[in-house]
């Protein structure tokens, strides 16, 4: 029966890791560039939300959808006023674009410190669980795996059937070809990098309703979400579903079979597992 | 350096305070972790986010050898940093096979998982941390901080000055160019890695000592991993003063907010990271060396340039010359790209001192055969055995010290170090420092690049970059050399140098050469033997006048004989106008100068069209076809002239904003979305997707096409060539565009499609388009436009209609090459000309 509950709590788990590796897939996809702030997006928008809910006694529905809206700003400027002023190419457009969003991860890990809160915190709403049988399904996780299940579907059905989803698509498969198509493409980036920080947004304001959440971990949840999209092969969709799923059922059995601390390191050792297993040939060499 | 650290340790220490000595230590400390991260991240260019983890195993290892081990502070400090660069020997022959972010990733990976492993073992004391060794004299870490500081000085100095420091940032530009140079590239990033968690260790113990305890947040310290990155941002990347001059900046602020405002400086300092990268990412020392101060030495420079060796028969051998029957024997050599073979079952058998030349139009598959031969891109099928030996499955380094080395189509050169570097890598290849500064030394003066010998590579015009990467890949001493159109896109005065450096190649040892050429003029009087591909097969082999006879190779190149083409009715030459529902329009192109960056070329190209015009523009590769295509569609640098449209001047206008003025560009590559439906693909391109302009405009693109009907479903990727190149037009068709622009369409189309594709933008150019189709199948062309312009070397040379040029001889010589020596006056228009380097300055500090 533990297995089973441990089955449906990695089920819930995957509703949000699916929006951190939708985000972090979009952002990738149209710009290649690996958005280092990813998981400074999440901690952010998170404790953004326990602020507003428990100082300023905001609902927790508008603080959501406040700091979604906040977290897309900060996705919107940072992409105009860094990303797109990079002015040299290549690889070491890539190095500095890099850099960039690791100086984003920087200040927004700080501020959400200063500002909001610097320990492990949680929101304590939506407690207690619905219980079938045996098996809890938690209110705050059953919600939260909801919205994540229909934002990001809703992203992806965007992307594939709708006309201006396709010119983000068509801009990054070929960015010529998007320009010759009429398409600008560097605001497709702008909007890419801005919806993609959005849902990092989201993720984060979810989490905080079911586990903690510290500024520290921001670096964390990047690594994560990057794992994810590496596990189903970055740019792929269908890819970073399974990537969420995977890394979901690995945090829920590790930290019942084993401990916290494997809980803790099994994305990074993960990380290190599927890169060496797919390092043959340039596969994940990105120049 | 030295006397310049004592005097500071002695005035810190004479000033006694240990408040004073607390923040030098910390700065010093930071200052070797940015010397550390500068190693491999700024000279190897691998980002690191995590060296921080080589100074938590630095602090842990001293605190270990110190406190459970008993052994005195200096001896556990040596034991700890032999201890960290033992540990990176593993870890760096895993992490280093990563590039860019997967390496990034991976060092933060393995800084964490470091962290949360010290946190949850209890022999290392958990949460609690080690304690440390007490040294009650602060002034004892104090010089032995500074003496660090100095150690990692002095070696990144050392690094940047020595073959170690060469390669390293060789390979940091580009990895794979590297590898034809023999340079075991692993080899070099793990010793710079080594190097650089050795130092890192170091720093780790000292700081560890000083605080007198190591826990995982200050051994795995966050902010000492910002700190250090930043600064040396702040410093300059890649430069040996810059994490010095970051660190002394930036603490010297840091300090004055004390340890309470720490959030806030992190703050300010992921601020910081975003004005440099976007305004001045080569940081203090990149705006010093503005004003020539602290510019990079160039490295291994020669004091004297007299020396032992002469140009002599065969001093260029490196092995014993080989008396078997073929040197190169390749066979079967076949490339498969997403089941499109692009070389197909190709025998290539090369005997000794002899130049055989590779020749056929573009996309015939002369590169792709180099790039399988030289372990470039995989073999479906095929060996390769250079002088007898199996070296099939060897990869670019390897064949490389066997012997087997190559040039590029586009020079791969490192752009920011001298001429002079460039050759001595490839010089130092099995060499003695000596011996190997001698050999780049009479190679430069061979190749006339004496005086442009200390200039950086980024200055050089595309001539010049094209001697020094001969003179790069000569100077490894190679048996056999592959070079890859190596006298496209030069002036004429450039071509005879070369020329004569590729002559004079097998006398000083060079057993063999197979070069691939376009430019049929250039290989005409150099190759003894000649191999014409076409689709990826061998068509014709044997002599060059006996090939270039062959009706095979004639008809790859023109697309049809001369003969054939008279059957073809005669055409007035004059524009036809079809009344049809594009307003009248007309694009004039005035002295236009365009290019790349700095680089220039296209040279005052004059220019106009009308609708309902079929234009063509000819020349060989290398002519800047594809650039007038970009300069006319926004995709390139304008220098000079303009492009009007009618009223508008659309100089230099984004891509995008041309296309939308009703300019449709299909580029050569074509540039399909190759995930997509060929349908998506389609309505991507038209205005408003679904409209009922643009399901009439589906309808007609498909009755032009009727070929892509069936494949509407079927994603664009999947497509042949042909079908790519369909889909691409009709993409651009989709808009109704008044202008159409095609870059190269029948490159790699059978030549009944080539002619087929021609009919349909004939019936276009009727219908009131404006076509301008940019070629190198001249007859085919010819055939259908009104009128064409002839591009070489950057310029219009000849100008007229469709009849005028078939008859003209000059055309047939500008392909063929017939006559090289008695080039047209015209053409010996020098477009590389004002490309000549600058005078030769000093490169800058990188």
Known sequence: ?287 | MAVIAVAFGAYVYADGSRYLQTIVINSVTIMVVAYSWNLISGYTRYFSFGQVAFCGIGAYGSAVFMTKLHMSWPLGLLAASAVTALAAVPLGWVLLRLRGIYFALGTVALFVALSILATNTEWVGAGQGLPMPLITDFNVILFLSLAIGAVAIATTFAVSRSRLGLRAQALGADEDAVKVLGVRTLNVKLTMFVISAALAGMAGGVAALNAGFVTPTTGFSDPLNTQSIVYTLIGGVGTVWGPLLGTGVAQAIVTQFGPSAAREVEIALGLLIIVIVTLTPAGIVGLLNRVRILRRGVIMRPRRTDRALSVAPGWLRRFAPYDGDAILDCRGVTVKFRGVTAVDDVDLRVAEDEFVAVIGANGAGKTTLFNGISGYVPRAHGTVRLAGRDVSRLDATQLARAGLSRTFQVPRLVDSLTVWENVLLGSLLDSKRREAQDRANLIIDELGLRNVAYATVDRLGPGTRRRVEIARVVATRPRVVLLDEALAGMSTEEIAEVRHAVEALRAWGVEAIVGVEHVLSAVRGLAERMIALDFGRVVAEGSPDDVLEQEAVVNSYLGGTVSEEEEAAPRAAVARRVAGEHAEMAMEVRDLVAGYGQVRVLWDISMNVRSGEFVGVLGASGAGKTTLCRGLTGACTVHAGSVRLEDVDITGRPAHVVTHLGVAHVPSSRELFPDLSVNDNLRLGSVDWSGATTERQLERVLELFPEVQPLLQRKAGALSGGQQQMVAIGRALMRQPRMLILDEPSTGLAPIIVRRLMQALRSLAEDGVAVVVVEQNAVETLRAVDRAYVLQEGRVVFSGTADQLRDNARLAKAYLGSDASAASPATELDAADSLEPRPVAAPPDR
Not at chain 1, 90 to 101: F, H, K, N, P, R
Not at chain 1, 165 to 172: C, D, Q
Not at chain 1, 177 to 196: D, H, M, P, Q, S
Request: aromatic letters at 10%; glycine letters at 10%.
């Open chain 1, 1 to 287: 029966m533990i297995v089973v509950q441990l089955f449906v709590n990695a089920l819930l788990l995957a509703g949000t890791y699916l929006l951190l590796a939708v985000g972090l897939n979009l952002i990738f996809g149209v710009l290649r560039v690996v958005n280092f702030s990813h998981g400074g997006m999440v901690v952010f928008a998170g404790l953004f939300v326990y602020w507003l809910v428990l100082r300023q006694h905001v609902s927790p529905v508008l603080a959501v959808a406040l700091a979604v809206v906040v977290v897309a700003a900060i996705g919107f400027v940072t992409q105009a006023a860094a990303l797109a002023r990079i002015r040299v190419t290549g690889y070491d457009a890539e190095l500095l674009s890099l850099l960039a969003t690791y100086g984003v991860a920087l200040v927004l890990v700080n501020i959400s410190a200063l500002s909001f809160s610097a320990d492990y915190v949680s929101l304590p709403e939506l407690q207690g669980s619905w219980n079938i049988g045996s098996i809890h399904l938690g209110r705050a996780a059953v919600v939260a795996a909801a919205v994540g299940v229909i934002s990001s579907s809703a992203v992806l059905f965007w992307l594939a059937r709708t006309r201006s989803g396709k010119r983000v698509v068509a801009t990054a498969q070929s960015e010529t070809g998007a320009e010759v198509c009429g398409i600008n493409a560097a605001v497709t980036k702008r909007v890419a990098f801005t919806l993609g920080s959005a849902l990092a947004g989201l993720a984060g304001a979810l989490t905080i309703f079911q586990s903690t959440m510290a500024p520290s971990a921001g670096l964390g949840y990047t690594v994560l979400a990057f794992v994810m999209i590496a596990l189903g092969g970055l740019g792929n969709y269908a890819g970073a579903f399974l990537g969420a799923l995977c890394l979901a059922l690995l945090a829920s059995f590790t930290s019942y079979y084993w401990s916290g601390t494997a809980s803790a390191i099994a994305p990074y050792l993960l990380l290190l597992l599927v890169m060496l297993a797919r390092t043959r040939g340039s596969r994940y060499s990105l120049v």
